[in-house]
């Protein structure tokens, strides 16, 4: 048992290590060992267990990912204005140092956890298994996980999200999907960010932005939004309650797997 | 810096894989869409092993290709990173085969390991 929550880590843990664990012995070398191993194998277990926790109480988590400063806390901000009472919202926030973030969030009346992870520039399945147990589950619907300002690292751990969002503000260069293929490969979802900039802004092309995402084999929709611009929020609010709605076939699916077909 | 978070785990797993017994080799497969940097990952890891079973083990880093199939036509192929898309009929929906991974592939134990542990 999980020793904070009770719930049934270690049960879950022997069964994974038995389809992860040491494969054989190579005989021709006795001092070699074959292995096939995840090497984030206890990250990729506990992250599967906060998903099974969190699924069972009927939470949507989002881990929300970006560069630094394309505009997550907004982001989190206006959507938690946009959806009003229909969803109960929580936060954990990622930061190297501060409690900035979740002190905005906590403004907005909306439970927020802040994790500082010191020299750690992402967050990982443990830190955000012990934020959990600073939540009540059973008081949230949709949980936003915002990740370490940093389009490189927070790609390699999973943290037991039901699904990825990557924002690429327009600030940025267009051609970022090409710079960290990693990472907006496993995006469910990218938010193309501070859209109303836009109009001012000569060199950023939204169609060569999707385009790139597309190269790297990646379905996944992409919306321009702004967090100044309640009205631009519509179809990612729509996407949010889709995937909350749909929980029930989300939790048992492997996040990182390309849909078929 | 998450070359040294992943260090740390990979020596977990090498500690379980050898039970104990110290550890000449590491040999590991990298997909080039796992987000790792061979080279960054080795200097890491020099400093990570101090102290441990590994604390004389080479780290190998094999590089595996990015495989996929496409979806409309059926064909494998291996891609460059940056254009997951079919050369046989240009369409984008492929599905990943490999390259994502990192994995521990084998572990080489020191000779007279029994000895060496005592
Ligand atoms: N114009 C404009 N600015 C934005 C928008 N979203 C965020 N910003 C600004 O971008 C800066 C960084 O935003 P923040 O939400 O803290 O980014 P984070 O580091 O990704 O959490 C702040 O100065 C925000 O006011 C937006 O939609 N439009
Ligand atoms: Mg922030
Ligand atoms: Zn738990
Ligand atoms: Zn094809």
């Known amino acids: ?261 | 810096m998450h070359e040294l978070s992943i260090c740390l785990s990979l020596l977990r797993e090498v500690e379980r894989a050898a039970r104990g017994r110290s550890v000449t080799e590491i040999t590991l497969a990298v997909g080039p869409l796992s987000g790792v940097e061979p080279q960054q990952l080795k200097r890491a890891f020099a400093v990570a092993r101090a102290g441990t079973i590994a604390k004389d083990a080479e780290l190998i880093c094999r590089m595996r290709p990015v495989c996929f199939a496409c979806s409309a036509c059926g064909q494998e192929v291996e891609a460059p990173l940056d254009a997951l898309s079919c050369p046989s009929c240009g369409d984008w929906q492929v599905r990943l085969r490999s390259g994502d991974k990192l994995l521990l592939e084998s572990v080489t134990l020191a000779d007279g390991v029994e000895k060496a542990n005592l």
């Open chain 1, 1 to 261: 048992m999980c020793e904070q929550c009770g719930c049934s880590l270690t049960h879950e843990r022997m069964q994974l290590s038995d389809d992860k664990g040491i494969v054989s012995s190579t005989p021709a070398d006795p001092h070699a060992i074959a292995v096939i191993t995840n090497i984030l194998r206890e990250n990729d277990e506990l992250a599967a267990h906060n998903r099974s926790h969190l699924g069972a109480h009927g939470v949507l988590a989002i881990n929300l990912m970006s560069s630094p400063g394309s505009g997550k806390t907004s982001l989190i901000e206006s959507t938690i204005d946009a959806i009003g009472g229909r969803l109960r919202i929580a936060v954990i926030e990622g930061d190297i140092e501060t409690e900035n973030d979740a002190a905005r969030v906590r403004a907005k009346g909306v439970p927020a956890v802040q994790i500082t992870t010191g020299q750690t520039c992402h967050l990982d399945a443990h830190m955000v298994h012990q934020a959990l147990h600073r939540l009540d589950l059973h008081a949230v619907d949709l949980l936003f996980i915002e990740n370490v300002g940093n389009l490189v690292c927070p790609a390699s751990f999973d943290l037991g999200q039901h699904a990825n969002v990557t924002l690429l503000s327009v600030t940025e260069g267009d051609d970022k999907p090409v710079k960290y293929p990693a990472m907006f490969r496993i995006s469910d979802l990218v938010l193309l960010a501070k859209c109303d900039l836009l109009p001012v802004l000569d060199d950023f092309d939204p169609d060569k932005a999707r385009a790139h995402v597309r190269a790297l084999a990646n379905p996944a929709p992409i919306l321009e939004v702004s967090a100044r611009r309640p009205e631009s929020l519509l179809r990612w609010i729509a996407w949010l309650e889709e995937r909350r709605a749909s929980l029930g076939e989300l939790s048992s699916r492997n996040p990182h797997a390309m849909p078929p077909g």
